[in-house]
């Protein structure tokens, strides 16, 4: 009896060959995720993004109002309970990933999709307003050539004349600076009612074409080119914060302005708005909650140390506003020092401090020519790195 299998129970084998292809199919090619030339670039990237206008001109003024150095305490807690912990976790999600906060988020959760996509919204929106901070500063900036500068005298076609003082005005309510009317008149063109919008400042819009140019040669290779330009951005404003501490210093006055900044005052740590302040300043400034810090944890290698990286950033951050603090309050001391005024009467925070305060203090100071240049250059480049990041995860 031949041993074998019949031909009639063969058609199924016939099947089963035709179905297979006639040469192997390749496997898809997958698209790899660029990734940051060495650690340090990743670092700077995120101490440039975490360092920016805030802690120039936010963290010194609430570090006054809540309690000066005893606003150290609910600072730092909040640092090491929310800002490091948190930091931590988006860099833990970017870096595991290896994609954008949307689809990041989404994988951890698919519910969590509109938190990522919410985070682009808001990019969006910081984006649009702080560049038009950049362009104030190059404006500023082109204007603190001159050799006196603008904003110095109430002898220009902007200064109402009958209210300009040439110096800070202190208790006469009814007087502007030289420096307010500068802000306010020549460089806004503020009008007197929300009723009247205005016309378009065609100066301006060109220093905004201008800031976005800059935004985009940094980022128009990705993180090929971001990386390099953190180097420089996020270095350079240390310098000239150094730099300006040791010569604010040295002026008159600026002794007793550090003081104003550091003097404890206790009873301040007993009032919520001190705590909520403190969580508020840390959540800003680190960039907490925006999808950025996972962007940039994204391009990480897969095995980098993040939590060594988180507290790098934290840490650098914190001292950074420390540092800031001493620079504008030695400044603000020495000004209420030629003015004879108590420091409450030129203290203040936003725009107005870099803007109208600071300004005033560096047309007095010696070397005038130089520092006004360096200063408004390093607000530039300080809002330059949060500005590149913000574009580059959206």
Known sequence: MELGVSSKTQP????????????????????????????VEFILASVGYAV???????????????GGGAFMIPYLTMVLVCGIPLLTMEFAIGQYTSIGPVHALAKVCPLLKGVGLATVVMSALF??????????????????????????????????????????PGNVSHLQSASQQFFENRLLEKTTRIQEAGGIRLELLGYLFVAWLIVFLC???????????????????????????????QLPGAQDGILYFVTPVWSKLFEVTVWVNAAAQVFNSIGIAF???ISMASYNKFNN?????????????????????????????????????PMDKITTDGPGLVFVVYPEVLATMPFHQMWAPLFFFMLLCLGLDSQVVHDERG
Request: with cysteine; aromatic share 16%.
């Open 127 to 168: 984006c649009t307003y702080y560049n038009v901070l950049m362009s104030w500063a190059l404006f500023y900036f082109f204007n603190s050539f001159d050799s006196t500068l603008s904003w110095t005298s109430c002898n220009n076609t902007w200064n109402v004349v009958e209210n300009c003082s040439s110096g800070i």
């Open 219 to 249: 980022i128009f290779k990705g993180i090929r080119s971001t990386g390099k330009v953190v180097y420089f951005t996020a270095v350079f404003p240390y310098f000239i914060l150094f730099a300006l501490l040791i010569n604010n210093v």
């Open 52 to 66: 920016g206008l805030g802690n120039v001109w936010r963290f010194p003024y609430l570090c006054y109002k809540s």
């Open 12 to 39: 199924w084998t016939a099947t089963v060959l035709s179905d297979l292809p006639s040469t192997p199919e390749k496997p898809e090619e997958t698209v790899r995720r660029p990734t940051w030339s060495g650690r």
């Open 305 to 341: 140390n993040i939590i060594r990286d988180s507290l790098i950033v934290a840490i650098t951050n914190s001292l950074t506003s420390i540092l800031a603090g001493f620079v504008i309050f030695s400044a603000i001391g020495y000004m209420a020092h030629i003015h004879n005024l």
């Open 291 to 293: 999808g950025s810090q």
